[in-house]
């Protein structure tokens, strides 16, 4: 074969990871292009950070084109795959089109927020799944410190005061943890009326706190979020919400501005969209991560169901661990599928959980050990600092800034409400105005001779190279 031309959708820790070893592996042999909407790879678990204010949000992300020499950077989202004729076709974020050709393709499109048929909660909640989310948080946050403490109505200050965040997994037991650890920072510059003090309330249908985590994570995390004030209350959902406040399935008319969607992820919609087999909306693949009967299709990540050989009968679940790895093992088996070596089933035992809970707190079990306390802390920054990809001395200093110098309560209002829609499937971007409809930009895309699927390739041209297609209403 001449130069293979290896497509990734998706630049998350699968895909990153497949682009880094692919790119190791195959020396500049092959052509490895990584399809993503932005040019970076976004450290998810750092997320709750940005939003509290200890981390500058460019701190979680590590820049593609820096980081991973011989792999093409396109930028855009792919919005249909031709598994037949083997193409992949994109929305560039301006609403220009284009086309990708592969002989290899890697879908690690990962996940999007998950929703449930709740009345008002698509209207009137956030989810936390991408920067723009974190960083609307932030603002969203910071104001209603703000315009609480200037309230004259003390029921107005209340309601502003109390933040609602729904699901006690580890992005909303870690969202309450810090949130309450940030507003109480910032009352101390602005202090509320007499006797009033922030309230996070933390919700989840499950019993106990990180219900799908080892009990002793539960309990630490638990023993920490109540110490620090925050209102655990296991058992229990939304009903309704509504602009003033949530409803709880108590019966319980909470008033508030803010209520966080951390339900958890279901995958991103794309792979549903191939008519492939699958298993709960997830891809489902061999352990090679080969989709049957598409050998040269691989799926990994929160994307694809990957049985988990540890576990049989069970698939591994959605997380960072299991999707960085499986992007490794995707590299090798498309190198073994193009001749270099032998493809290898992916196996792989949790090595356990981390949890910031902020401060120097976290709860922790590296390889089953149960930590808490300070000792849990320093695991925890130190493990997430191993494990970046990049970035991690401007992680550090933002880490010792915030230890010695107090929070910055500054809200630049760059990303409003509107522009972080929880039911999108794009959720690392934020809506601007004005900006192309990808439904428009599709249906150019049908009308333009270029990016035909049935078009030949004049012998000249780069078959890798994305078609330029025209250009939707900025
Ligand atoms: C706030 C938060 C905290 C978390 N903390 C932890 C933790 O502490 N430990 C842990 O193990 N896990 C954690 N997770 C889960 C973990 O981040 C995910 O399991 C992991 O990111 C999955 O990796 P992935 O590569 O499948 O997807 P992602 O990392 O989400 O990457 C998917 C990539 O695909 C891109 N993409 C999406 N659609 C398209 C498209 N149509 N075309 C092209 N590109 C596309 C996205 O922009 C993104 O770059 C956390 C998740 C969140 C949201």
Partial sequence: MSRPRIVIVGAGFAGYRTARTLARLTRNKADITLLNPTDYFLYLPLLPQVAAGILEPRRVTVSLTGTLPHVRLVLGEADDIDLDARTVRYSDPEGGVGTLTYDRLVL????????????????????????????????HVTRQVELA??????????????????????????????????????????????????????????????????????????KVLRQRGVDVRMGTSVKEATPNGVLLSDGEFVDTRTLVWCVGVRPDPLAESLGLPMERGRLLVEPTLQVPGRPDVFACGDAAAVPDLTKPGQYTPMTAQHAWRQGKVAAYNVAASLGRGAPEPYRHSDLGFVVDLGGVKAAANPLGVPLSGPVAGAVTRGYHLAAMPGN????????????????????????????????????????????????????DAEKSPTTSPGRERGPSEDPHKPVEGSKGDS
């Fill in 392 to 443: 991690r001395v401007r992680v550090a200093a933002d880490w010792l800034l915030d230890a010695v110098l107090p929070r910055q309560g500054v809200q630049l209002g760059l990303v409003r409400s509107w522009s972080v829609p929880l039911d999108t499937a794009s959720p690392e971007l934020a809506r601007t105005p004005g900006a192309p409809e990808k439904a428009k930009a599709k249906a």
């Fill in 149 to 222: 403490a200037g309230a004259e109505d003390p029921k107005s200050c209340d309601a502003r005061c109390t933040f609602v965040v729904v699901g006690a997994g580890y992005t909303g037991t870690e969202v309450a943890a810090h949130g309450q650890l940030f507003t109480d920072a910032l009352v101390r510059k602005q202090p509320l009326r007499e006797g009033m003090r922030p309230r996070w309330i933390l919700l989840d249908i499950a019993e106990r706190v990180l219900p799908e985590m080892d009990e002793r994570l539960s309990r630490t995390a638990d």
């Fill in 108 to 139: 690690a499109a990962g996940s999007v927020n998950k929703l449930l048929p709740i009345p008002g909660v698509a209207e009137h909640a956030h989810g936390f799944r991408g920067l723009p989310e974190a960083l609307y948080l932030r603002d």
